[in-house]
């Protein structure tokens, strides 16, 4: 007889399928995020530090830029 927490046909509670899944889920999107906001750091350092002026922006500053919405959004 299999234990509880470790059936992988439990729906809910700890161990459960849906709480493995919505962790996978959750890692992709956070995955997703992360990637977005390093394409967005690739992209503001190609740029000239004056068209980084013009944007509000200093080199120095791209990644708290870039990933200001994944940590604090």
Known sequence: ?????TDPRRTSGPGSLRETLTAIVTWFA???RGAAAL???R???SLSDSQLSTRGLK???IVRHAFAP???G
Not at 1 to 5: G, K, L, N, R, V
Request: with cysteine.
């Open 59 to 61: 080199r120095g500053k």
């Open 30 to 32: 956070d995955s997703s």
């Open 39 to 41: 394409e967005t750091c």
């Open 70 to 72: 994944y940590y604090y």
């Open 1 to 5: 007889m299999t234990a509880p927490s």
């Open 43 to 45: 992209k503001l350092a």
